[in-house]
């Protein structure tokens, strides 16, 4: 069965500091697809990657990165000199190839702290 | 106005009375989903549409029902709210493509059952 854990359940580090959330996931299928969710205080989930099973190559947006390892099936992000707007809840997500659903990991709150 | 859109924002109800939660959509998407958002349990799902004839449970559907009006509106609804339902409760729409950017998902219904 399809799994997400994310094992961080609340991170704190003070602004300029690079923090990285990490994911791990469960999956029976060879093709999948992970993602990563930002839910800021305001409550709404913003999209910020999908990344698909035979791409393992690191993804860099600005001050965002993301760490794609099959071999430990892990999906890790890094915010690079952290800012107080990056305080949020973020989620790491899985849907295997068959399925058209997202199933989520229970999210990791980060407070970036002035 | 947004694509995907959650009626109410905010609701209170009381332990028994039957709510309903509505969602509808501009995207002209085929797909769309229920999620409820409870702290530290992520986002699960409830219900799932793919079409206007074709509803399924989710992984906590007890206790709750839903109905697809047309493709573009998916209502849930609490026959007999208790208050272990109070949650973020989200609406999302998928292409079926749901691997390019996963889901888009509405603004979210804050429910208190008291």
């Known amino acids: 069965a399809q799994k997400v854990t994310q094992a961080q359940t609340e991170i704190s580090v003070v602004e300029k500091e690079d923090v990285t959330l990490d994911c791990v996931y469960e999956t029976r299928d060879t093709t999948y697809y992970l993602f990563w969710y930002k839910q800021p205080p305001s409550g709404e989930l913003v999209f910020l990657i999908r990344?698909?099973?035979?791409?393992?190559q690191n993804e860099i947006s600005g001050r965002y990165s993301w760490n794609f390892q099959k071999s430990t099936s892990s999906f890790n992000f890094t915010i690079t000199a952290s800012q107080v707007v990056d305080s949020a809840v973020y989620f790491c997500a899985l849907s295997e190839n068959r399925d058209d659903k997202i199933i989520f990991g229970k999210g990791t709150r980060l407070h970036i702290l002035p | 106005d947004a694509d995907v859109t959650q009626t109410p924002r905010n609701r209170i109800t009381k332990t028994g009375k039957r709510i309903m939660l509505e969602c509808s959509q501009t995207k002209g998407h085929d797909r769309m989903y229920w999620y409820r958002q409870d702290p530290g349990l992520g986002l699960r799902l409830i219900y799932y549409s793919f079409d206007v004839k074709d509803i399924n449970k989710g992984e906590i559907s007890d206790g709750y029902s839903v109905s697809r009006q047309a493709q573009a509106k998916f209502s849930l609804s609490l026959e007999s709210a208790i208050p272990n339902q109070t949650a973020l409760y989200f609406c999302?729409?998928?292409?079926?493509?749901?691997?390019?950017?996963?889901?888009?998902f509405g603004s979210g219904t804050r429910l208190t059952v008291v």
């Open positions: 990344r698909n099973s035979f791409d393992e």
């Open positions: 999302a729409t998928s292409d079926g493509a749901l691997r390019d950017y996963g889901y888009t």
